[in-house]
């Protein structure tokens, strides 16, 4: 199992419980200077985890069982399939006016763009915002003259797992991903989008967790 990585805020959250057990969540947010709102993230990871043990109408304790990230172990058994919802998605041919509506209807960041059923593109609410302020005339311009195209976008598999997932969205700085499955076309590897994991669905997941937990 993995060794899970506590920011340095988790690691006084420990001191204190460790030093002042039983302990509540009032009393660690005061001797922290926080909100108990601040401090419940960092309190629903240690107690996930098992490093914590929150005993009603008492407080926290330590509870000295080994440091290790269940949460870490539970989310990469979670798959794309398991979590992603369904992609809005336009052709390259649609007006930069209609994609917008559609993004807008359907209160999305990212819209995906298919030919012959085949992913090919990308645009987000910046790439639409660069435009509208551009002048252009949004009701001439198809949406593929702005968009991201492949192989520029990053995508996923329906088997990746959340953590994966999440760590992409994170380092790409991205609203969405698109879930893919990837088919040789004319001898040439081209991908189906099955499916899309935003943001929303990995905060959707972690609400999950603490329902759970």
Do not use: C, W
Not at 108 to 131: H, M, P
């Amino acid at each position: 199992m993995r060794k899970i990585k506590l920011s340095p805020r988790q690691e006084e959250i420990i001191r204190l419980v460790k030093e002042n057990e039983p302990i509540t969540s009032k009393e660690i947010a005061s001797k922290l200077n926080l909100t108990r709102a601040a401090l419940r993230p960092d309190l629903a990871i240690l107690t996930m985890t098992g490093i914590l043990d929150a005993k009603p109408k008492v407080g926290y304790i330590y509870s000295q069982k080994p440091s290790y990230s269940l949460i870490y172990d539970y989310i990469r058994k979670i798959k794309a399939k398991d979590i992603m919802s369904k992609p809005v998605v336009v052709n390259e041919e649609t007006t930069v006016y209609d994609a917008i509506v559609n993004l807008f209807l359907n209160d999305v960041g990212t819209l995906f763009i298919e030919n012959d059923n085949f992913l090919v593109g990308a645009v987000s609410r910046k790439d639409f915002l660069k435009i509208a302020m551009g002048g252009t005339d949004t009701h001439k311009v198809p949406v593929g003259v702005i968009m991201t195209r492949m192989p520029n976008i990053v995508y996923v598999g329906k088997d990746d797992n959340a953590y994966t997932i999440a760590k992409k969205i994170i380092e790409h700085e991205v609203d969405s991903l698109p879930v893919v499955e990837k088919v040789f076309k004319d001898n040439k590897e081209s991908f189906k989008i099955i499916g899309k994991v935003s943001k929303t669905n990995i905060t959707r997941l972690f609400v999950r967790l603490g329902e759970n937990g």
